[in-house]
């Protein structure tokens, strides 16, 4: 016999190509399985070039469908030391949170943390060391994103949202005043006495998203309507808007911003830090006379994606969340950042304890740093297990001087922002890839094979037809 007869057939050494590469694409997922840690894996520092001047908390917002939170992708909040180390890490799901949003530093040590539940919003006061409720309070309200206690801790200023009445056909977004001693409202302003139903975003839904409150002084609340591109300064006393930055549709100034800080140039200048979200930058105006002009303009959507919080800290950096890219950062005013910590999924507040609650520095015209800033010193890890490069950062190496560079770093910053919500949490970014070309694999095989066994397959179906 003819030893070339003694060989598996040609099909058989094909099958056997194809099912080594699905075993070496697999095979990195099972690493990672196996090297998962899962109390803190997915919680890396990344650029640490100074400690923080003190503790870090950040809310996470989480992962959420309808209204149900996802035990392995929670809403937490977690607390980080000056050099990136853990201190706590604080898991919602346990209560039933949905999402965690705005958490502010009391003056007692304590937190004051919003949270949402399906249909209700329940803010508390807690002690960060013993993690125990001091106070609690169940609004019947939904996706409430901050709530400020004000007046010394007798009173709660609400930002109420998706408040829209099918029955009346009114939208009653509003922001009030919730009395802690007499338990219930006693004050409150509808955004249907300054805006057009036709302003905003859908008049039956989501119509002006309003996501921060602010008490800028006695009786002055600072607000923010996210769908409007505009913060509103409101009198307490007389309902008038007395102050108002942006204009509704021009976004060139605001693009649906999140959290503007207020703070006050030494010459006395009111003036907005804000992060200006769908423009993925943060930007800061003051006001001279009846104009606002833009003193700072940090990042671009090559360094930033979808930032939602910015805290101006007493050293003149700027704490910023940078929430698609699931990392906080401490910046310079030049925008160089000192310290970085990658928190998925989708981190949406951040406080230095120690510094007061929001922005308590420096302006940055008092610090003589106007100008407009790209990010630099980023450490790029992947937000979903801190280890690797980012997908964004590989891809923009990899075709480097080329025609394709700037869309393939497009295409990387989009699977950066995504797929920390989609694979599974034990498993890294190239990993997920490679399982993506694995299953690729078989399903080009199985086509393969129905092509190559069509007759027999034809021939028995024609059998079993009769």
């Known amino acids: 016999m003819d030893w070339t007869e003694r060989l598996p057939p040609r099909a058989w050494i094909t099958r056997g190509v194809v099912l080594l590469l699905v075993v070496a694409l697999l095979t990195p997922s099972v690493v990672s399985a196996i090297t998962y840690d899962p109390s ?40 980080v030391g000056p050099k990136g180390n853990i201190n706590w890490v604080y898991n919602g799901s346990k209560e039933g949170v949905s999402w965690f949003y705005d958490v502010d530093p009391l003056p007692n040590g304590n937190l004051l943390v919003v949270s949402t539940q399906r249909g209700k919003t329940v803010v508390y006061e807690m002690n960060p060391e013993t993690k125990k409720k001091v106070w609690s309070r169940t609004l019947p309200i939904k996706d409430t994103h901050d709530i400020d206690l004000i007046n010394n801790g007798t ?159 007493p050293n003149g950096n700027t704490l910023v969340v940078d929430s698609s890219d699931h990392r906080v950062i401490e910046v310079t005013p030049e925008g160089k950042i000192v310290w970085e910590f990658y928190a998925p999924w989708l981190p949406y507040d951040a406080e230095r304890i120690g510094t007061g609650d929001e922005s308590n520095g420096p302006t940055i015209a008092d610090q003589n740093a106007s100008g407009t800033y790209q990010i630099s010193g980023s450490a790029n890890l992947d937000p979903g297990t801190g280890k690797s490069l980012r997908m964004s950062v590989f891809l923009g190496h990899a075709f480097a001087g080329t025609s394709m560079q700037d869309t393939m770093r497009h295409y990387g910053e989009r699977w950066d922002q995504v797929t920390p919500f989609i694979r599974p949490i034990w498993m890294n970014e190239y990993a997920f890839i490679a399982v993506i070309f694995a299953i690729l694999l078989l399903v080009l095989w199985l086509l393969g094979e129905l092509v190559y066994q069509r007759k027999r397959i034809s021939s028995g179906l024609k059998y079993r037809l009769g």
Not at 54 to 66: E, K, L, P, Y
Not at 157 to 181: F, H, K, P, Q
Not at 236 to 242: F, G, L, N, P, Y
């Open 155 to 313: 009173e709660l200023l609400v930002g109420n949202l998706r408040n829209y009445n099918s029955s009346t056909g009114e939208n009653n977004d509003r922001v009030y005043v919730y009395s802690l001693e007499k338990d219930k409202i006693v004050w409150q302003w509808h955004f249907t006495n300054y805006y057009d139903k036709n302003e905003g975003g859908e008049y039956t839904g989501d119509w002006t998203h309003l996501n921060n409150v602010q008490q800028i002084a006695p009786g002055k609340f600072a607000v923010d309507p996210r769908n409007m591109d505009q913060v509103l300064v409101i009198d307490r006393k007389t309902k008038k808007v007395t102050m108002k930055l942006g204009e509704p549709g021009n976004t060139s100034i605001l693009n649906k911003q999140h959290n503007p800080d207020y703070l006050e140039s030494e010459s006395g200048k009111p003036t907005f830090l804000v992060a200006d979200s769908e423009n993925n930058r943060i930007v800061e105006y003051e006001k001279d006379g009846n104009d606002w002009n833009r003193t700072w303009t940090l990042g671009s959507s090559d360094t930033l994606t979808w930032p939602r919080d910015a805290d101006r800290l």
């Open 40 to 79: 803190v894996s997915n919680l890396k520092p990344g650029t640490i070039d100074q400690p923080a001047n003190g503790t870090t908390i950040i809310s996470v917002q989480g992962f959420n469908f309808q209204g149900e939170g996802n035990r392995k992708k929670p809403a937490r909040l977690v607390s």
